[in-house]
């Protein structure tokens, strides 16, 4: 049986390199890759590898090359999805594969991780990949092997968690989750790229996040984030809708804090308008603060929990979204002028403590996001970001905890 999945993920790896890549491999060139023998694989046994030790292995070291480069020149980048068996990668990987995140030239080779009992699943969203013919994609790695997922990877989207069960208290879900992204953490600081950047989607997303950024020493605390892009969009959506305006006129909404019903969705900077000398401050647009305090605010922190009273299941397709939303804004940058909304390390500003994954106002360039400072805080956005950040502190002293930090 073992020797079957080596052989499909060998099938998976070099199944899908372009004649460009495997001619340049020495290994295979001279017929000693052990790729070929089932069950050395070089990305589960890399200490064995001539090409990889030699560091010619085509599969493993295309993406030393800076990701900078080749997201100018097309060369494919890696993108590692975790949880891709489940519901959200059901969109998400679809999204990537045709171009959303990236853009329409930009090709993936795209590392898929989930569960071994999620094996069988996980095959089948290969085999539609497959039937897709995307013509950007460039190859496909199925594993249940974190080391496999992470090796080499450019971008790593962490959507895969252990789920609530009845009966589970929170704290058993920290220390499960705990486990799961101690251990994501660990591989991605030994095999993925030194500038990938992480985005972490599976709840309790902002406390997930620190713990695999700590667990990540080498790589910069700036390459981690978790996603509070649903809890954005979904604050744009009820001003627009409370407005009659089209979504794309609704700007600089802040989500504060942490991705829970803590958040604190803020409009005192947003504004309604795409003309630069015709725009109004949403606050002065909605023309009610009673609205604005109290069900706006609610609306979105219970926005989750209204979806899976309605579908039976948690949002999908709008986080599959968000992610590509929060993905692209990072790497191709935001509008000049725009604020969007991450969850990233603090350093201290707006009183947060420093080290705290929290979601702020962000602008992104070249790459990489800028926090957006000296927004004035009201007294009652004050009382809203002390109780996020009591929140995300439990969260970090029990997390801590489990793992000995
Ligand atoms: P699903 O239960 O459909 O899928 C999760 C997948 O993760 C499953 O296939 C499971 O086998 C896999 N998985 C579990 N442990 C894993 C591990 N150690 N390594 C790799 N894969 C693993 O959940 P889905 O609806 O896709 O949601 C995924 C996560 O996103 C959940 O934690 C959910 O709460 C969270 N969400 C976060 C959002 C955010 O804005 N941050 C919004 C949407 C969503 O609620």
């Known amino acids: 049986m073992e020797s079957q999945n080596a052989q499909r ?21 001279s017929n000693k890759c052990p790729a070929m023998n089932p069950g050395k694989c070089p990305a589960s046994n890399s200490d064995k590898c001539p ?20 997201l100018t020149q097309g060369e494919p980048i890696r993108v590692c999805v975790t949880g891709a068996a489940g519901n959200i990668a059901y969109s998400l990987i679809f999204m990537i594969a045709s171009g959303h995140m990236f853009g329409p030239k930009q090709r993936v080779a795209l590392h ?4 071994p009992p999620m094996e069988k699943v996980l095959k089948g969203v290969e085999m539609e990949i ?56 660990k591989a991605m600081n030994d095999y993925a790229s030194r500038n990938v950047k992480v985005l972490v ?20 605390k700036s390459n981690f984030s978790a996603l509070t892009r649903l809890d954005h969009n979904r604050a ?33 900077y947003g504004y309604v308008g795409n003309h630069p000398h015709i725009r109004t401050p949403i606050r002065s647009a909605v023309n009610n603060d009673q609205w604005l305090q109290n069900e706006f605010i609610a609306t979105v922190q219970q926005r989750g929990a209204e979806i899976i009273k309605a579908r039976n299941s948690s949002s999908a397709a709008s986080a599959a979204w968000a992610v590509v939303n929060h993905m692209r804004d990072w790497l191709l940058g935001t509008p000049e002028g725009e604020i969007v909304s991450m969850a990233v390390c603090s350093d201290g500003s707006y009183d947060i403590p420093a080290g705290l994954i929290f979601s702020f106002p962000v602008t992104c360039r070249n790459g990489e996001w800028t926090m957006v400072k000296g927004l004035k805080v009201t007294e ?19 997390a801590f905890s489990f793992l000995g930090i």
């Open 201 to 220: 989607v599976g709840n309790p997303a902002n406390t997930n996040c620190l713990i695999a950024m700590n667990c990540a020493p080498d790589l910069p």
């Open 51 to 70: 090409a990889i030790n030699s560091g010619k292995c085509p599969v493993m070291f295309t993406s030393q090359a800076k990701m900078w480069p080749r």
């Open 236 to 268: 744009k959506a009820q001003i627009a809708q409370n407005l009659k305006v089209p979504l794309d006129t609704v700007h600089n909404v802040v989500i504060w804090g942490n991705h829970s019903a803590t958040q604190y969705p803020d409009i005192s």
């Open 130 to 185: 497959l039937d897709c013919a995307f013509p950007l994609v460039s190859g496909v790695i199925c594993t249940s092997e974190p080391k496999v997922a992470f090796m080499n990877v450019d971008v790593a989207i962490l959507v895969g968690a252990f789920p609530r069960q009845k009966g589970m208290e929170r704290k058993d879900l920290l220390k499960k989750n705990a486990e799961i992204f101690k251990a994501q953490g």
């Open 9 to 29: 993920r060998l099938g998976n790896i070099y199944g899908h390199l372009t004649t460009e890549e495997t001619s340049q491999c020495p290994a295979s060139n």
């Open 380 to 398: 009652f956005s004050r009382k809203k970001l002390d109780l996020t950040t009591q929140e995300l502190q439990e969260e970090k002293q029990d």
């Open 112 to 115: 898929l991780l989930d569960i």
